[in-house]
């Protein structure tokens, strides 16, 4: 997907699921078009670092291990502490104080592990938000929902889908009918651009009432960045679902995908029953597949001819959206 902005956002992105690390654990990741190793400390804690190894250039993802807060190269054993600092060269007393892995600072929410990316290494500009913990008007229990991981986790690889086309989604009302074969159109009742963060609150009228303002379903949403979107339901169901796209290189992004969904009243357990799994897989899972068939094959229009229920929040959300781009363009030309 050719887009006239860059894939090197800024912002905190998705990498995986807490339960995919167990303490100990090494794996290397490619993000940003950067080779990158993550592991799991022997405290618990989750580090993201540059893969290859500054003194040869192993991966270090690829055969690693940790050895107390350190990850140690598979290659020749130099070990790098989390501050990318080098903590160890065997065989000999001293360590190298030039030679650093860059860092890539990491926050767990919710049980999902994102990754805070600027394309020159600048520090967070803002926090990760508490998913659970958004509007808390709707309840903020964590006790409340099923597990996310695995039963309502996806992840598709490598798709040609930049950020910004997927969140584009949040203010389009009338694909709806098309790609998802809803019945109903849903109406975008409120928006603003706060920050780093674009919030909307969209309903579904109920088809049931004379009163076009009476909502069967309301969905509160917020964009934490060009990272993804955290919702909450408010009807029928009352699930949250974080939907989230990291760039992979220029040009193509890895989309991960988790619902929290309310547990059944008496139940304790935190895996869901069969019925609920079926009805969750059937009625909501599916729609990122739904999406993804139009997006694989998309080709961006800089200047849509829009339609007038929804130019409005869709220009906002593109101005908003430029703050996250802190470099040109990959095939941008040089000035002259």
Known sequence: MKVPFTWKVTGWFMVGWSAEYEI?????????????????????????????????GAHIGHGGKVVGDCVECPFH?????????????PGEDRVNRGLRLQVYPVVERNGCVFMWHHPEG????????????????????????????????????????HPQV???NGPDSLHFEYVHGATVTPRMLDYSAVGHTWNFLTGWPDARSDDPDRMALKIHA??????GSISAFDGSS???LIFAT?????????????IWWPRVPGDSSDIPPPEVRERVERQFLVTVWEDLSIWRYQKYVDHP?????????????????????????ADAKAPA
């Open 305 to 329: 001819p829009l339609s007038p229920k929804d130019a409005k929040p869709y220009l906002s959300l593109r101005q908003w959206a430029k703050q996250f781009y802190d470099v040109p363009p």
């Open 77 to 89: 054993g130099w070990r790098w502490g989390p501050d990318g600092r080098n903590r160890k060269i």
């Open 238 to 240: 009352k699930h949250r």
């Open 246 to 258: 990291t760039p992979v290189d220029d040009e193509v992004s890895d989309l991960f995908y988790s």
């Open 166 to 168: 997927v969140l584009e």
């Open 122 to 161: 600048a520090a967070p500009q803002w926090e990760m938000p508490d998913i659970l913990g958004m509007f808390p008007e709707l309840g903020t229990d964590p006790g409340n929902f099923y597990r996310p991981y695995p039963e309502f986790s996806r992840k598709t690889a490598n798709e040609p889908v």
């Open 24 to 56: 100990g654990d090494v794996k290397p990741l490619r993000y940003f078009g950067e080779d990158l190793v993550a592991y799991r400390d022997h405290a618990g804690d989750m580090h993201i670092m540059t893969g290859h190894c500054r003194h040869l």
């Open 222 to 227: 917020q964009m934490f960045g060009l990272g």
